[in-house]
């Protein structure tokens, strides 16, 4: 295991429901990242968290609501969704910003929306 | 605009067989290039990183390889296993940047 998980691993919603993905790092890192993941398509970055501030919002519609009480936590806020939506959700955690700096991504949590 | 284009999209090979997997990137300034590994339904994890200064370097039976002047990397699998069935993932990182580039992937397939 990469000392990232999240949960759940699996969720179906439809477009009126409001739920919510959880991320958890033991790894002592200070920054953490939500990745969207489409069949046939690169990874997309979504936001970034470092000491717990967002440094980026990569222009994703306010669906979707990111909060990051501390710097091991982070949480996905999902509500009225899109079928377009469906996809793999993958978090990840790193020591920090620096460009040379790993990321270690978590299992991802397969989202469906019906 | 930064991308990175990896070939082939899908590869299959018998187990036991090589494999190498192409990357090519547009990424400026260029600061470094993993590959990672991303079996189903689980999440990436990184098998090599290069720098600028580094031609080639070793994982196992995963060797990386990158030319900095024609802008190019490769992936090199040596007597493949079942267990290498996986997609892999080009990813460039700009110099002064925390958002790297994603390749699309190879999806490598490894039959019996």
């Known amino acids: 295991e990469t000392g990232v998980t999240q949960t759940p691993r699996h969720l179906v919603m439809g477009m009126t429901n409001k739920k919510s993905l959880k991320c958890e790092q033991h790894l002592g890192h200070n920054a953490m990242y939500w990745y969207k993941q489409s069949a046939k398509k690169p990874l997309e970055l979504m936001f970034v968290y470092n000491f717990k501030e967002q440094t980026e919002n990569n222009s994703v519609p306010s669906r979707f609501s990111p909060e990051c009480p501390n710097s091991s936590h982070l949480f996905l806020h999902l509500h009225t969704l899109q079928p377009e939506d469906s996809a793999l959700y993958l978090c990840?955690?790193?020591?920090?910003?620096?460009?040379?700096?790993?990321?270690?991504f978590g299992q991802g949590t397969r989202l469906t929306v019906v | 605009k930064n991308q990175v284009e990896q070939s082939p999209q899908s590869l299959i090979i018998l187990e036991g067989k090589n494999c190498t997997l192409q990357c090519n990137y547009t990424v400026s300034p260029f600061s470094n290039l993993r590959w990672y590994k991303q079996d189903t339904g689980r999440g990436p994890v990184s098998l090599t990183i290069m720098t600028f200064s580094e031609n080639t370097k070793s994982n196992g039976r995963y060797t990386a390889t990158l030319d900095a002047d024609t802008k190019q990397s490769s992936l090199h699998i040596t007597a493949s296993q079942l267990s290498d069935s996986a997609s892999y993932i080009c990813?460039?990182?700009?110099?002064?940047?925390?958002?790297?580039?994603f390749g699309r992937g190879t999806s490598l397939i490894v039959h019996p």
């Open positions: 990840a955690s790193s020591q920090d910003l620096r460009d040379s700096t790993e990321a270690f």
């Open positions: 990813v460039v990182s700009a110099g002064g940047s925390y958002i790297p580039t």
